[in-house]
């Protein structure tokens, strides 16, 4: 079945590095993605990997895939304030129109 | 207009009302969606329509009636809703692959 999971809450300072996770149980996935939803505001794609990739960078932002594992993961390098806010997991998988979204983790930066 | 517009960005309505929230994508695409988003649930599929044609219903309740007259617009025709149902209603749409999400409507039943 389908099923995206990811930590609830994380809490990081001002220039040091974020990394959110995420595991996920449909194997036929066949991109990942990660959303940024800032306060009052819709859900913006932030980046996405392909499932045969295990890495991805994008300035800031790195994406590792643990296919063996069913585990992602996004690291913010250099954190800053305007990065505050809930990150969401999905997954695409083959046939379904629809993405599969985790339940989000909230990211807050200390100054 | 840009990429994926919803109207009214706020609502507040009573149990008895019937309103509806309206959603249109300035991007070409084939495929538009309507999300809940709430404290309990936090990223809730209702329904999905592709070129037009409803292909899911997540089991929403009958009070939620989706509508989509072309490719470019989808409406949520809201009646005797529950205080349960306040949320943040989001519209996304795609083409082939990643949704796009509009700004969503923050509903609010009382």
């Known amino acids: 079945g389908e099923d995206v999971e990811q930590s609830l809450f994380l809490s990081v300072r001002e220039g040091d590095s974020s990394v959110i996770n995420c595991t996920y149980t449909d194997s036929s996935s066949t991109y990942l993605y990660w959303y940024k939803q800032e306060p009052g505001a819709g859900l913006q794609l932030l980046t996405y990997?392909?499932?045969?990739?295990d890495m991805k960078q994008d300035q800031r932002l790195t994406v590792l895939l643990n296919k063996k594992d069913k585990h992602l993961s996004l690291r913010i390098a250099d954190t800053q304030t305007g990065d505050s806010a809930i990150y969401f997991c999905?997954?695409?998988?083959?046939?379904?129109?629809?993405?599969?979204f985790g339940s989000g983790t909230r990211l807050q930066v200390q100054p | 207009e840009t990429g994926v517009t919803q109207t009214p960005r706020h609502l507040v309505m009573g149990m008895t009302n019937k309103k509806s929230l309206k959603c249109e994508q300035h991007l070409g695409h084939n495929a538009m969606y309507w999300y809940k988003q709430s404290a309990k649930k936090p990223l809730e599929l209702m329904f999905v329509?592709?070129?037009?044609?409803?292909?899911e219903n997540n089991s929403v309740p009958s009070r939620f009636s989706p509508e989509c007259p072309n490719s470019s617009h989808l409406f949520l025709h809201l009646h005797t809703l529950q205080p349960e149902d306040s949320a943040l209603y989001l519209c996304a749409s795609s083409q082939d692959r990643e949704p796009f999400f509009g700004p969503g409507t923050r509903l609010t039943v009382l």
């Open positions: 999905a997954e695409s998988i083959a046939g379904r129109r629809a993405l599969t």
């Open positions: 329509y592709n070129f037009k044609e409803q292909t």
């Open positions: 990997i392909f499932s045969n990739m």
